[in-house]
């Protein structure tokens, strides 16, 4: 499938999903980060000609990422009438949980950063509730079936992920193909729950280039660290363990 054939079908896709539920959604409700993930996937939602609701959602996020977000979001509007663009800033909830948690010598970096993912979430669905919508997921394929690269119940809660069997290399790719802001693809990729904005690429020690090779590549040199973090983040991946009774 060349790109426009893509996008094509995810946005049929989409539609399609909405119209065969039971009670069909309204409104389609996407976090964007500054990212090309989610700066993709908005924009897909917003080609669907459903409501959609674009929302920033910062928490003390770095300075150039709030300005991607602001352009990226007065681009939807201008060119989609059906969008909306929001700002929703969580700093200070998020800071209030941070001080009664460490009040409590409940302190962990790495749970306080999967916090800011967690109250994205919340957000995305009270604004899916208050708009009759589904919230719309921005994780692509490496992330989401390879290395588990998200957050448990955080930018993993969604209800549709129609990036979700793309590779990361495909995501630039029809984001360039639409129009997409150039210094969004050309951003390093991070997940901006850290102080210190450190990238994706350099959380995971593998570049989104090396992790595909890997996928696809039993015999890759980078095949044992690929596996090693897959095998971490497995837990995300599978169904959630389910206690089963005897019979008798």
């Known amino acids: 499938m060349n790109n426009q054939d893509k996008i094509d079908f995810i946005v049929g896709w989409i539609t399609d999903y909405v119209s065969k539920m039971p009670n069909p959604a309204k409104s389609l409700v996407v976090g964007v980060s500054g990212g090309v993930d989610s700066a993709l996937t908005s924009t897909l939602a917003s080609m669907t000609g459903l409501r959609t609701f674009a929302l920033s959602m910062p928490i003390s996020t770095g300075s150039n990422h709030s300005r991607l977000n602001s352009a990226h979001g007065q681009w939807l509007e201008e060119k989609f009438s059906n969008t909306t663009y929001m700002t929703i800033d969580l700093t200070s909830t998020y800071m209030e949980f941070n001080s009664l948690l460490t009040n409590s010598n409940q302190v962990s970096d790495l749970g306080f950063a999967n916090t800011k993912s ?26 989401d079936f390879g290395v588990g690269f ?16 793309l590779m990361k290399s495909e995501v630039v790719s029809l984001a360039s193909s639409l129009g997409i802001d150039r210094r969004i693809l050309q951003a390093p990729p991070t997940d901006g729950l850290w102080d210190d904005d450190r990238t994706d690429e350099a959380q995971l020690g593998l570049s989104y280039s090396d992790l595909e090779d890997a996928m696809e590549n039993k015999s890759s040199i980078n095949r044992p660290k690929y596996s090693q973090i897959r095998q971490l983040n497995l837990h995300k991946m599978e169904p959630i363990p389910v206690c089963k009774m005897p019979k008798s």
């Not at 669905?125 to 394929?141: D, E, H, L, P, R």
């Not at 998200?150 to 069997?165: N, Q």
């Open 150 to 165: 998200y957050t448990k119940y955080g930018d993993g809660g969604v209800d549709i992920s129609p990036i979700a069997d």
């Open 118 to 143: 967690r109250l994205r979430m919340v957000t995305l669905y009270q604004v899916a509730a208050a708009q009759s919508g589904i919230v719309v997921g921005t994780g692509n394929k490496v992330e």
